[in-house]
């Protein structure tokens, strides 16, 4: 079990249920990130037709800027970043207007 | 709305080598520059990148010693950052300007409201006084009301007139003759793309200029961002903790600018370069002469038509045009007459079709 913290920010908290910040402890062993983007896709998003505004792809769509506390998830493996207790994950949306 | 700033992370795990950032080599690299793929830190990142802006600044000639400068604030990332950065450089570098935000109110309720609450937020944040012009004082409309006549599928044409000539109109009142706009490189690159996709040859050449303004006009616009990523803008502001409002428009984007917006994203995926690649391709693109291609087209009556000069002032408002009656003006006289005919004619909204035809039968150019 891992226990992270999740942010939704730049407008992307819309799709689960305009909450910024999120905890979630997450029953996977050695979860990654790819397991947590699965927990959120499928317990986290209410709306089935908000998974698109998140995922493309099988992965982050575009447009999102994934940090793992605080750094470019480019330079932290991506989606096999293995998850520890506390770390903080936020998701960016720069597709919101400006 | 309230805001809350990001979570500051606890985790610190030992460093690799590979990890340190490639500039001062001694802290954590947090990002990979998407212009030249280079691992930066926290503080170096926050080095670069204003550094580049000041750069793009005296290169250009942005400011002169004195000016009066005014900021279109909307409250979103974009300009928020601009905000914090106009104040900063203009401390650090002393450019000696004076700094005020403007920002239009467009009256879109549950969207401007809360983005303007932003705005005033800021305004105290960073000590600039702060002017807002509203659609209702300037056109006697609101957004809401104009989607409620002219539907949600033309929002965007009329938002984006009204807010270019409001924004001219709200300087002047200030007496400054100096917009300064948010619009960054994935803008530009974006507006570029757009302009080839629909071939529109005129706008093409002008859209990748850091400074605009039409002849004649007092008003100059320019973009300090305009070789700066949005995906930078937006990491900048999350580690500055800066306060910005996130959250889209209620009436429905224009698609067309959707759908390129999307291809740009997914082409920065692939190839982060390509932004400014974009901007460079539309920078070095120079277009044949006028004359040259038109010249084999036969000589129409052109003594009787008007001449369209630079300059040319609308007759009804006295703001620029290039035409006798501005581009708002005509939107205007169009939103009068559905005005007009939805008061008087309320109970026989039945009909509405059959009347808007016969309108449109009136109209004439």
């Known amino acids: 079990m891992v226990k992270v913290k999740v942010e939704f920010l730049g407008g992307l908290d819309v799709v689960v249920n305009k909450v910024r910040v999120h905890d979630i402890n997450l029953m996977v062993d050695n979860a990654t990130l790819r397991d947590l983007v699965n927990y959120i896709c499928n317990d986290m998003i209410t709306n089935p037709n908000d998974i698109e505004v998140f995922i493309e792809d099988e992965s982050i769509r575009p447009g999102i800027i994934t940090l793992i506390n605080d750094t470019d998830w480019e330079l932290e493996g991506e989606m096999e970043y293995e998850l520890e207790d506390g770390d903080v994950i936020s998701f960016t949306s720069t597709l919101h207007g400006g | ?365």
């Open chain 2, 1 to 365: 709305m309230s805001w809350a700033p990001p979570t500051d992370p606890v985790n610190k795990k030992p460093l690799k080598v590979s990890q340190l950032c490639e500039i001062c080599h001694c802290r954590k690299a947090v990002i990979k520059r998407p212009k030249n793929l280079q691992k930066v830190c926290k503080e170096c990142f926050f080095y670069v990148f204003e550094t580049e802006i000041h750069n793009t600044i005296v290169n250009n000639n942005l400011f002169q010693r004195g000016e009066k400068v005014a900021v279109g604030a909307s409250g979103g990332k974009d300009s928020t950052v601009l905000c914090y950065l106009m104040k900063l450089l203009n401390e650090r570098y002393d450019y000696g300007i004076d700094i005020y935000l403007l920002s239009i109110d467009e009256g879109i309720v549950g969207y401007r409201d809360d983005s303007l609450a932003t705005v005033m937020r800021n305004q105290k944040q960073y000590g600039l006084p702060l002017e807002i012009f509203s659609f209702r004082d300037l056109y006697n409309w609101t957004m809401d009301e104009i989607v409620a006549v002219a539907g949600i599928r033309n929002s965007c044409t009329y938002c984006g007139v009204f807010r270019r000539q409001a924004l001219d109109r709200g300087a002047q009142k200030l007496g400054i003759n100096h917009v300064v706009t948010g619009h960054n490189a994935d803008d530009m690159a974006e507006t570029v793309l757009m302009n080839i996709l629909r071939g529109d040859v005129a706008r093409l050449e002008k859209s990748t200029a850091i400074v605009t303004s039409s002849g004649g006009s007092p008003i100059k616009r320019t973009k300090p961002f305009k070789y700066s990523y949005q995906k930078e803008i937006v990491l900048y502001a999350h580690y500055k903790k800066l306060d910005y409002f996130s959250t889209e428009c209620t009436y429905a984007p224009e698609a067309f600018r959707g759908t390129a917006r999307e291809l740009m994203k997914n082409l920065e995926a692939v190839r982060p370069s390509c932004i400014i690649d974009i901007i460079r391709s539309g920078e070095n693109l120079v277009l044949k002469e006028k004359e040259q291609r038109f010249a084999k087209k036969p000589a129409t009556s052109s003594s009787s038509k008007p001449q369209f000069v630079d300059g040319n002032r609308c007759e009804r408002c006295n703001y620029l045009s290039s035409n006798k009656i501005c581009k708002a003006c005509m939107l205007l006289e169009g939103l009068e007459k559905t005005r007009a005919s939805v008061t008087i004619e309320s109970d026989v909204s039945s009909h509405g079709a059959a009347k808007t035809l016969r309108n449109l039968e009136k109209l004439s150019f």
